[in-house]
């Protein structure tokens, strides 16, 4: 059995409730996931469980805050997603001393992890597959909706990633923020019906005249988004990216056209 702890850790991030979640994974010789901030609780946790292996599910600030201290701390292997070896050390400062791909397998001491390629809430995400359930970082919440905005966000592969984790018919999903997900289908069909009514309603704010960024979003969102609003216009710039792709729209970065 895997044996999943999670550690709530406070940090700078837009997520709501001010926390990101770290995971340690397997009884001993396992994984440290996301070590966002150092605390007491978790380096007690990295020392009971003499973690063997730190990684991150994505580079995005408020995941990787102490992945160079506890890489040193616990002596444990540094892992970087291969195709992204870069990202991980400007995020971290830190060379990692191994890399993963899609399909690479991590021994977590008394249960098998395995690295899943989940990219759309950025590049380099990936979740871990271990037969307690999927850590998936920043691809699904309890509650609320996760943030995929232009620039790092790809609606398509995330709509990907989301469906390819409900293929696998996980029996919880452990996030990165928030509390853990007992009902993945549902959590799973929830966000991917999100997504898909947001494309609706970005489709029909070009189709309706609206024909920047400023406009759609306006004509997209029925509640106020003012104290959100450059994330509530990354989000409609990466629906209309991939209004692009799809060749329901034209957008050339400031004007969105329908076809
Ligand atoms: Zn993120």
Do not use: C
């Amino acid at each position: 059995m895997a044996s999943i702890a999670r550690v709530p850790l406070a940090v700078e991030t837009r997520a709501p409730g001010g926390e990101t979640n770290a995971y340690a994974i397997g009884e001993r010789g396992g994984v440290l996931l996301d070590p966002a901030a150092r605390s007491p609780g978790l380096d007690s946790l990295a020392d009971a469980r003499e973690v063997a292996h730190v990684l991150v599910t994505h580079t995005h600030p408020d995941h990787v805050g102490s992945v160079a201290e506890y890489a040193s701390h616990t002596d444990a292997t540094a892992w970087a997603h291969a195709d992204h070896r870069d990202r991980f050390v400007h995020a971290t400062g830190i060379e990692p001393d191994r890399v993963f791909e899609d399909g690479t397998e991590l021994g977590a001491g008394n249960g098998d992890l395995t690295v899943l390629e989940t990219p759309g809430h950025a590049p380099d995400h990936v979740s871990l597959a271990t037969e307690e359930g999927i850590l998936v970082g920043d691809l699904a919440v309890a509650t609320g909706s996760v943030a995929i905005t232009a620039g790092e966000g790809h609606v398509g592969n995330y709509l990907d990633s989301l469906r390819q984790l409900r293929e696998m018919s996980p029996e919880k999903l452990f996030p990165a923020h928030g509390s853990v997900i007992d009902d993945p289908d549902e959590t799973l069909k929830r966000l991917i019906e999100h997504r898909l009514e947001r494309e609706q309603r970005v489709l029909a704010a070009v189709r309706d005249g609206a024909r920047d960024l400023g406009a759609i979003t306006d004509a997209a969102y029925e509640k106020d988004v003012s104290s959100v609003r450059d994330l509530a216009e990354g989000t409609v710039a990466a629906h209309i990216e991939q209004l692009a792709r799809d060749g329901e729209v034209t957008w050339n970065g400031e004007r969105a056209e329908p076809v």
